[in-house]
């Protein structure tokens, strides 16, 4: 048995078990490790676990599991509250680049705690429109639609569906519900995969809706903000004729506390 140290961090509600892992300790494809410490009655508790390493190119890596124990894409949350807990291990002071699976990140912190998150430039013609939905790649898969009385709309039961569908199998995709609030505000509920849950927050699926409205006319402007569960977030872009660039997921990403766990 091996005591590990972890912390518990959260962004807008999307909780991660987060390790310090610079030196290799971590048995990082034990599957059935990361999900039992996922499980919020057995373990720790979160819908995701997240290794810091050392790279050679950047401030730190993140290796980023979802909660099923599985190494996954890009969590935009994750990537913000690994930012947060790389500030606080004094890794950098206000600015740093990392690397995650979707390759190189830019971000920022406050004296507030409010993390600015680059996320990938997507690509307008890898944007895929259908007559009630639209599919994206913000660093992971989404699926858009558009609902109305969002509050009571049923997202564990309609996101399954979707994501387990014909059209996104194998790996599946995430699932988010939109509501129009205002000319530059949206609600969105998210189903997503490998939690096999509702969230209550996705940062690459707020950034997923927040370019989708754009590129579909429900709004002209280049920030928007985004109402999840478990919070607000802000999304901001700059676009050209080929493609949306300089995106930035912005949010509050906290430590929620420090324990030491047992594991084989």
Same mark, same amino acid.
Request: hydrophobic letters at 35%.
């Given at each position: 048995?091996?005591?590990?140290?972890?912390?518990?961090?959260?962004?807008?509600?999307?909780?991660?078990?987060?390790?310090?892992?610079?030196?290799?300790?971590?048995?990082?494809?034990?599957?059935?490790?990361?999900?039992?410490?996922?499980?919020?009655?057995?373990?720790?508790?979160?819908?995701?676990?997240?290794?810091?390493?050392?790279?050679?190119?950047?401030?730190?890596?993140?290796?980023?599991?979802?909660?099923?124990?599985?190494?996954?894409?890009?969590?935009?949350?994750?990537?913000?509250?690994?930012?947060?807990?790389?500030?606080?291990?004094?890794?950098?002071?206000? @600015?740093?680049?990392?690397?995650?699976?979707?390759?190189?990140?830019?971000?920022?912190?406050?004296?507030?705690?409010?993390?600015?998150?680059?996320?990938?430039?997507?690509?307008?013609?890898?944007?895929?429109?259908?007559?009630?939905?639209?599919?994206?790649?913000?660093?992971?898969?989404?699926?858009?639609?558009?609902?109305?009385?969002?509050?009571?709309?049923?997202?564990?039961?309609?996101?399954?569906?979707?994501?387990?569908?014909?059209?996104?199998?194998?790996?599946?995709?995430?699932?988010?519900?939109?509501?129009?609030?205002?000319?530059?505000?949206?609600?969105?509920?998210?189903?997503?995969?490998?939690?096999?849950?509702?969230?209550?927050?996705?940062?690459?699926?707020?950034?997923?809706?927040?370019?989708?409205?754009?590129?579909?006319?429900?709004?002209?402007?280049?920030?928007?903000?985004?109402?999840?569960?478990?919070? @607000?977030?802000?999304?901001?872009?700059?676009?050209?004729?080929?493609?949306?660039?300089?995106?930035?997921?912005?949010?509050?990403?906290?430590?929620?506390?420090?324990?030491?766990?047992?594991?084989?």
């Amino acid at each position: 048995m091996k005591n590990v140290t972890f912390f518990k961090y959260q962004g807008t509600g999307n909780d991660f078990v987060m390790i310090d892992n610079r030196t290799e300790f971590f048995p990082k494809r034990n599957v059935e490790l990361i999900e039992k410490l996922c499980n919020r009655r057995f373990g720790i508790g979160g819908d995701g676990l997240i290794l810091l390493e050392n790279d050679p190119t950047a401030d730190f890596k993140m290796v980023y599991y979802n909660a099923d124990g599985n190494e996954s894409t890009m969590c935009g949350n994750g990537g913000r509250c690994i930012v947060s807990f790389a500030h606080f291990l004094e890794i950098f002071s206000k @600015d740093t680049t990392f690397n995650a699976i979707d390759g190189l990140h830019h971000a920022t912190i406050n004296e507030e705690g409010i993390v600015a998150l680059q996320m990938i430039d997507v690509a307008k013609d890898t944007i895929k429109k259908d007559t009630d939905f639209t599919f994206l790649f913000t660093g992971s898969p989404h699926h858009v639609a558009m609902v109305s009385d969002i509050t009571n709309y049923n997202v564990f039961e309609k996101g399954k569906n979707i994501r387990y569908s014909d059209e996104y199998k194998p790996s599946g995709t995430n699932v988010n519900f939109v509501e129009q609030l205002s000319n530059d505000s949206f609600k969105i509920r998210t189903y997503e995969r490998g939690v096999e849950n509702e969230t209550l927050s996705c940062g690459t699926g707020a950034t997923a809706v927040a370019i989708t409205m754009n590129n579909l006319g429900k709004t002209v402007a280049n920030k928007i903000s985004i109402q999840v569960e478990g919070g @607000d977030v802000q999304v901001s872009f700059d676009q050209n004729e080929e493609k949306y660039y300089n995106v930035m997921l912005t949010g509050a990403a906290k430590q929620v506390f420090k324990g030491e766990i047992s594991i084989e």
